[in-house]
């Protein structure tokens, strides 16, 4: 989790540093204090949320701001689809994996809040990619989509790694709308 000092907060808003405090102490301005000290700190969500309920513009947070979506997957339609539904002009950034390791190395980089997993690109990989997301602690509340392809074949698994399950073929705009729900949610927790 990112963090701002009151001076760095102050930049980005371009105010006087004491303004901030005072919207800190007022209780406008969420975050805490570093104990045995009076520094503050502000949590980049709470900075943005601050910012987007005062009509202040977001500037350098703006890409920030918008909802990270990574889908792992080998299918081009799927993946095209799923760009189509959450378009970069409606506050969703797509990034693209197409093996478990490219998906680590995407995670890391690119710090998604969701991650679509395509179960046709191999049961066991796909598992993995949950569970290691899921061990590690920044990624405890990414949310876990999973899509099951509809093949017959029951699949049993840990579901308590996975948030939500589409069985394939599904309707990527009813996905989105999921997402855009799923994701709102978690944004406004913050």
């Known amino acids: 989790m990112k963090v701002f000092t009151t001076g760095q907060v102050a930049k980005i808003c371009k105010v006087a540093p004491r303004t901030v405090s005072k ?107 949950c569970q290691n997301l899921r061990r590690n602690p920044d990624f405890a509340e990414t949310i876990l989509i999973a899509l099951l392809p509809d093949d017959g074949s029951s699949m049993s698994f840990d579901r308590s790694t996975i948030n939500e399950t589409f069985k394939k073929p599904f309707d990527a705009a009813l996905l989105a709308e999921r997402l855009r729900t799923l994701i709102g949610a978690k944004k406004e927790l913050v």
Do not use: T
């Open 23 to 129: 919207w800190f102490d007022s209780g406008r301005l969420k975050g805490y204090r570093i104990p045995g000290s009076q520094d503050r700190r502000i949590p980049r969500e709470y900075l943005i949320k601050f910012l987007k309920e005062h009509g202040m513009p977001l500037g350098d947070l703006e890409d920030e701001a918008m909802a990270k979506v990574l889908i792992v997957a080998q299918d081009q339609v799927l993946v095209e689809n799923l760009r189509r539904e959450l378009p970069l002009e409606k506050a969703f950034k797509v990034c693209v994996a197409a093996s478990g390791f490219e998906a680590g190395i995407q995670a890391e980089g690119f710090h998604p809040d969701c991650i679509i997993v395509d179960f046709s690109i191999g049961r066991i990989e796909a598992l993995q990619i």
